[in-house]
């Protein structure tokens, strides 16, 4: 066997021409399918990885009734997932076990106290623990308490960024600066914290990739509707009520524009708070607040990126057009092989008549095919990071992901003697079954 396998190593080096064709046609096609493999890879990757299985996204259906002769609204492209304030508070009221976080997502204008410095960052407006439930690292400081939520205290937390930006240190607690035309107190500083995907309130006009700028303040939700604040973000409002789309106009008991995300640590704790926000929507449907039939869902944070199609389907297609390639690359090495081995079918019948059985044969072209592979595989690391870099040019918001992996290559190594090894054992077994009378007639 070792020497079957030195000979399959001896024999790269016959015929080069046609083995450096077949080993630069299966680097292009492992090329192509790891390019492709890591940019999905990369964008399937857990945003918060050792917190996101815990959150889930909860929703109950509080929205009017379709009007009279109105087609229903397809929710399948776009699920609903916005909540009134005051349902929140008693989903929160109801189960107070459970760790909850209702959010909006804002551009905010922050301002030092003189006004002589001001930056614009994106924000969390936030009702429960958010920062602590979503992993979000504190440098100084703290995060605001329960009764502060209560009180309204008007305090927050801003990045290392924003600090620097406005007290030019990197440590603001203590400082005050304005929001809007109220002064808030810092009391804690974040690092930056900026998940890929960014699915905290992901709706289908959102971004939810390409912002690596991360969350420059996390705010209470309610002290920052007292000082006039405004998200910047989609909502539903109920007819009746003002619209809530106008600069400046919210309704916060009429309108839509929470999430409620949970933690929920074991299944029990999983089928517990499902059942809870079934029992909310048909108590609320019962007393008449609900006009539609009772509907609540909840959503794991993998299920909801799913939902939001989050992964750009031209991925998985190029990904499927790059397997093709490769498939059209092994046939034509199955052929060069093959070719190869024919070539050389007098060795091969020589070493028949002295006694080698076919399985050494076998053996033997296997080794070299498996070594062309891993030559392919040695290849397509050089184009693969030409190809991410290819694809960091294009002006998506996606394409900043596209980074290889050390891990990968592994994988890439593998990948190439598996397809070695697969091109080449039909070729391998054709030339073991040939009769070794004629082959050595040939010679």
């Known amino acids: 066997m070792k020497y079957a396998i030195e000979l399959g190593m001896r024999g790269l080096l016959r015929q080069p021409r046609t083995m450096a064709l077949s080993i630069v046609t299966l680097g292009l096609g492992l090329a192509a399918v790891m ?75 922050l301002s030092s106290s003189d006004g002589q410095r001001n930056i614009r960052r994106p924000a969390v407006l936030a009702l429960g623990p958010m920062p602590s439930m979503f992993g979000v690292p504190l440098l100084h400081g703290r995060f605001w308490t329960a009764p502060e939520e209560q009180s309204r205290a008007r305090v927050l937390v801003i990045d290392r960024d924003t600090s620097v930006a406005l007290f030019g240190t990197d440590n603001g607690v203590g400082r005050e600066l304005q929001l809007g035309k109220t002064v808030f107190r810092v009391i804690g500083i974040s690092g930056h914290w900026a998940p890929q995907p960014n699915f905290l309130f992901l709706h ?102 799913a939902t939001n199609r989050v992964i750009p389907s031209s991925v998985r297609l190029n990904l499927w057009l790059a397997l093709g390639l490769l498939a059209l690359c092994m046939v034509n090495v199955a052929g060069l092989l093959a070719a190869r081995f024919v070539h050389r079918s007098g060795e091969l019948g020589v070493r028949r008549v002295l006694g080698a059985p076919r399985r050494s044969i076998v053996v033997q072209c296997l080794a070299e095919a498996g070594m062309a592979g891993v030559l392919g595989g040695l290849l397509a690391l050089p184009l693969t990071l030409f190809g991410l870099w290819v694809i960091r040019l294009q002006a998506r918001g996606y394409t900043d992901m596209a980074r290889f992996d050390p891990g990968l290559f592994l994988a890439l190594l593998a990948l190439g003697v598996a397809t070695g090894l697969l091109v080449g054992l039909l070729p391998a077994w054709r030339a073991a079954r040939l009769e070794p009378a004629l082959q050595v007639k040939s010679l």
Not at 64 to 88: I, N, T
Not at 252 to 263: K, M
Not at 297 to 302: A, G, H, I, K, P
């Open 35 to 109: 390019t492709m493999l890591t940019l999905l890879a990369m964008l399937s990757a857990d945003p918060l990885p050792g917190l996101s299985q815990h959150l889930y996204l909860g929703w109950v259906d509080s929205r009017e009734a379709p009007r009279s002769g109105a087609r229903a609204r397809d929710d399948s492209a776009s699920p609903p997932s916005l909540w009134k304030l005051a349902d929140v508070q008693a989903m929160a009221a109801a189960h107070p076990e459970v760790r909850q976080a209702a959010l909006v997502t804002t551009d905010l204008t």
């Open 204 to 305: 289908p006009d959102s971004q939810a990739w390409g912002d690596s700028r991360g969350q420059g303040a996390f705010v209470p939700a309610l002290a920052a509707i007292d000082a006039g604040v405004v998200p910047l973000n989609v909502r539903d409002c109920d007819r009746e009520r003002a619209d809530g789309f106008h600069v400046g106009e919210l309704d916060v008991q009429g309108c839509r524009w929470l999430v409620l995300w949970a933690e929920l640590r074991t299944p029990q704790q999983v089928a517990a708070f499902d059942n809870g926000l079934a029992a909310y929507a048909r108590d609320r449907h019962a007393a008449g607040v609900f006009p539609r039939p009772p509907q609540a869902r909840l959503s794991s944070v993998r299920d909801w990126l």
